[in-house]
């Protein structure tokens, strides 16, 4: 029987159960299994969707040996134009642990490519991983999403960051500098000079802070005044937004940024995942914003003091634009190696063509990604 | 499959591969090929689309379990083709 790629459907979750079940035993990663249901639990597909979700699943004679999913959402392009794309994540193939099904990831990439040719990726781990090194071969454009980070607390950054401490003097020379306050200090004195050079035309003094629900009509205004600033954006209108950001997730904090009454810009915050290199650090993540130009540097100050009053001991965030990348960079922030890359089919890169012209006014963020609550 | 079509697929799989042509064999599978991963069995089907001149559909990419079999799909390509 030839591996058929279809729509996973709820009679398919047992042969899903079974496939994951293989993976755990050949000592995958427990997170590397498909979904366990058919139906997405985050932004299903209804009738009346704009955004949404669907997983498929390459079946062989009953057997489930990979599956992918993709995001379809409305995109801004550089003509001015709206239009229908997919993110293609979480693909997965049973060639990982079999190699004698090694065709199963290309068969997934080149189904999903079929299906909907403007396609993109995002995150993904970094260049050395199989799936960006496909998309590399494929002939996709790509680019790295800048990282930026901001220490809140020092001294348990200098204690905690296990990527840093990865050997015995590393680790005695950061207790030293947590614990004599030389990490705090120096932090301090980064950020002090960051906040002499910000754009004191952009002060955030004088902006108040209010939610989503109590400024829908701003987010709305908002969005048409300041999507002519992105060369790419997905859709952030105020129904986009209440899609992706319901009030519902009530581990996200929606906030919009107001000044004289009128909103100047929105951003969405929140708790990242826990990870193993953060040790015990809680680690915060803005997650999305968007704001009028010239108004990008409060919206990030807000943002990042709605954070710092939450109590994280670190923020991070991925920024694609480039005045989005200096106004956290004026906030405070500095830039951190990134392993967060954004890769467009080559049907998709036409339309952003030239893609290294269009690339740095293209606004994307961790909330382009998969969505799931932790991966923000 | 002709002997030809046989010994041009074989030496692109021996350049993707990283192995001696004489080891490659008909039979010659991902389980048989260490290097014969997914990323290099998407290089497999570039190489052979760039070298025949075909397009590979997604059935053509599920076929391709062996040296001997890609080999019988050019040739079953190249005939449909002409």
Wanted: charged content about 20%; proline content about 5%; aromatic content about 10%.
């Amino acid at each position: 029987m030839a591996i058929v790629i279809q729509p996973y459907r709820p009679e398919h979750e047992p042969a899903v159960a079974e496939f994951n079940q293989r993976l755990r035993q050949a000592g995958e990663d427990e997170n590397m299994v498909f979904y366990r249901w058919a139906e997405p639990r985050w932004l299903p597909r209804r009738a009346e969707s704009r955004i949404y979700n669907e997983f498929f699943v390459a079946v062989d004679d009953g057997i489930v040996r990979g599956g992918y999913a993709l995001k379809t959402q409305e995109f801004f392009f550089p003509d001015g134009q709206t239009r229908s794309i997919a993110y293609y994540h979480h693909p997965l193939s049973e060639g990982i642990v079999n190699k004698a099904h090694a065709m199963v990831g290309t068969l997934l990439l080149r189904d999903a490519m079929q299906r909907v040719p403007l396609l993109y990726c995002l995150g993904m781990g970094g260049y050395d991983r199989p799936l960006p090194r496909m998309l590399v071969r494929l002939g996709w454009a790509h680019s790295l999403v800048p990282f930026f980070f901001r220490i809140v607390n020092p001294s348990r950054f200098l204690r905690n960051m296990q990527t840093l401490r990865s050997s015995p003097s590393q680790k005695f020379l950061l207790d030293i500098a947590a614990y004599s306050g030389a990490g705090w200090a120096g932090s301090k004195l980064f950020q002090s000079y960051r906040a002499l050079v910000a754009p004191r035309s952009a002060a955030a003094d004088g902006c108040e802070v209010t939610s989503f629900e109590a400024d829908a009509e701003g987010l709305q205004s908002l969005w048409e005044q300041a999507r002519q600033t992105c060369s790419f954006t997905a859709v952030r209108d105020a129904e986009a937004l209440h899609i992706l950001y319901s009030p519902a997730l009530k581990h996200l904090t929606r906030l919009v940024v107001r000044r004289r009454g009128s909103a100047i810009g929105w951003a969405v915050v929140g708790e990242r995942r826990k990870d193993a290199k953060y040790g015990n650090l809680r680690v915060g993540s803005v997650v999305d914003c968007f704001a009028l130009s010239g108004e990008l540097f409060p919206v990030v100050r807000c943002a990042t003091q709605t954070l710092e009053r939450q109590g994280f001991d670190l923020i991070l965030s991925n920024q694609s634009h480039h005045a989005w990348g200096e106004a956290f960079k004026a906030a405070g922030y500095m830039p951190g190696p990134s392993n967060f890359l954004f890769a467009a089919s080559k049907k998709l890169a036409e339309l952003l063509a030239p893609f290294e012209a269009a690339r740095p006014r293209m606004h994307l963020t961790r909330a382009d990604g998969d969505g799931l609550p932790g991966n923000f | 499959m002709t002997a030809s079509t046989f010994e041009q697929v074989r030496n692109i799989a021996s350049d993707i591969f990283g192995i001696p042509a004489g080891k490659i064999t008909a039979e010659s599978s991902p389980e048989t090929i260490e290097n014969w991963d997914s990323m290099q069995h998407l290089n497999l089907v570039l190489a052979i689309e760039e070298k025949f001149g075909v397009q590979l559909e997604p059935e053509d990419v599920e076929q391709m379990k062996s040296i001997g079999a890609v080999a019988a799909l050019v040739e079953k390509l190249q005939s449909a083709a002409h």
